[in-house]
């Protein structure tokens, strides 16, 4: 993976004055769209949409330094009026375009290269499951997308939850993990940034008939790569699902095969806020 996000890197620059659709890039290192962006996210802490813009602003930065023509620039950059690149530029450097010979100022984005850099060595457990198809079934809602800490809102959703609605759960139950699992899809940024909300589902994994007392979420067979982690709750769970993005899938032989992922959490009995959990992401294997 690495050499393919160097790669990818070398399209972007080689494209600044173009217009292209950011789709291209993960074709042309032949990496699925959303595998790419995702681990560019998990890797950078931004859209490859914010990078590509901050790059594009900050060439344009170099050539108004240079004594370019505003409008030169602006549409050299991609930016089809003035007002667009205007306001653009003033939210990124916080002065006007008219500015930047005048007052010298300069804001630079580098070229981002991406090297490995081997630290701790704590091993990463997991395992490869093929799974066919079946249904989540359980109670869901829209929350807002939040990658650390408590969710009160997914706290809400679990305490809503009926008696009724947990025993029809417990008799559907028929597909492993026999546990009760919660289920993150239908992110407004596609997991690509905390922002939004997405749609959480608690239930369980079942093949049966489902009543109209309880949501349900159809998914397709599927590898899955399940990461078992045992430790402080949530700390642990969140810690190693950021892992698996910013280290598992830059040396596995698998990428991203859907933007959901599912996981359960059984605490300990003896340790306060220490549990056991799992984490099952689907994957598809990648064909070089």
Same mark, same amino acid.
């Given at each position: 993976? @690495?050499?393919?996000?160097?790669?990818?890197?070398?399209?972007?620059?080689?494209?600044?004055?173009?217009?292209?659709?950011?789709?291209?890039?993960?074709?042309?290192?032949?990496?699925?769209?959303?595998?790419?962006?995702?681990?560019?996210?998990?890797?950078?802490?931004?859209?490859?949409?914010?990078?590509?813009?901050?790059?594009?602003?900050?060439?344009?930065?170099?050539?108004?330094?240079? +004594?370019?023509?505003?409008?030169?620039?602006?549409?050299?950059?991609?930016?089809?009026?003035?007002? +667009?690149?205007?306001?653009?530029?003033?939210?990124?450097?916080?002065?006007?375009?008219?500015?930047?010979?005048?007052?010298?100022?300069?804001?630079?984005?580098?070229?981002?290269?991406?090297?490995?850099?081997?630290?701790? +060595?704590?091993?990463?457990?997991?395992?490869?499951?093929?799974?066919?198809?079946?249904?989540?079934?359980?109670?869901?809602?829209?929350?807002?997308?939040?990658?650390?800490?408590?969710?009160?809102?997914? @706290?809400?959703?679990?305490?809503?939850?009926?008696?009724?609605?947990?025993?029809?759960?417990?008799?559907?139950?028929?597909?492993?993990?026999?546990?009760?699992?919660?289920?993150?899809?239908?992110?407004?940024?596609?997991? @690509?940034?905390?922002?939004?909300?997405?749609?959480?589902?608690?239930?369980?994994?079942?093949? =049966?008939?489902?009543?109209? =007392?309880?949501?349900?979420?159809?998914?397709?067979?599927?590898?899955?790569?399940?990461?078992?982690?045992?430790?402080?709750?949530?700390?642990? @769970?969140?810690?190693?699902?950021?892992?698996?993005?910013?280290?598992?899938?830059?040396?596995?032989?698998?990428?991203?095969?859907?933007?959901?992922?599912?996981?359960?959490?059984?605490?300990?009995?003896?340790?306060?806020?220490?549990?056991?959990?799992?984490?099952?992401?689907?994957?598809?294997?990648?064909?070089?």
């Amino acid at each position: 993976m @690495l050499k393919e996000l160097n790669d990818a890197m070398e399209y972007i620059e080689a494209h600044l004055e173009d217009e292209f659709l950011l789709e291209k890039i993960s074709e042309h290192i032949n990496v699925s769209d959303y595998h790419f962006r995702k681990i560019f996210f998990a890797l950078t802490n931004m859209t490859l949409n914010e990078y590509v813009k901050n790059r594009r602003l900050s060439e344009a930065n170099k050539g108004l330094l240079q +004594g370019a023509q505003v409008t030169d620039i602006a549409y050299k950059y991609g930016y089809q009026s003035m007002d +667009g690149f205007t306001r653009a530029f003033k939210k990124w450097t916080g002065i006007l375009p008219s500015q930047v010979a005048k007052l010298k100022q300069c804001k630079f984005c580098q070229k981002l290269q991406f090297v490995v850099t081997m630290k701790g +060595g704590t091993l990463m457990e997991y395992k490869i499951i093929e799974k066919p198809a079946f249904i989540f079934a359980g109670v869901s809602k829209r929350v807002p997308l939040q990658f650390e800490g408590v969710n009160n809102e997914i @706290l809400k959703l679990a305490q809503s939850i009926t008696r009724e609605q947990k025993e029809e759960m417990h008799q559907l139950q028929n597909v492993e993990p026999y546990e009760i699992v919660n289920v993150s899809y239908e992110s407004d940024t596609n997991f @690509l940034e905390e922002s939004g909300e997405l749609t959480h589902l608690i239930g369980v994994l079942t093949t =049966n008939n489902i009543s109209n =007392n309880l949501d349900i979420f159809p998914v397709k067979a599927h590898t899955w790569a399940v990461f078992p982690n045992e430790g402080i709750f949530p700390f642990t @769970l969140q810690d190693t699902m950021a892992r698996i993005y910013s280290e598992w899938f830059m040396t596995s032989d698998y990428e991203l095969a859907e933007p959901f992922s599912f996981s359960f959490t059984k605490m300990g009995e003896k340790k306060e806020n220490y549990a056991y959990s799992e984490i099952w992401i689907p994957v598809i294997k990648k064909y070089r």
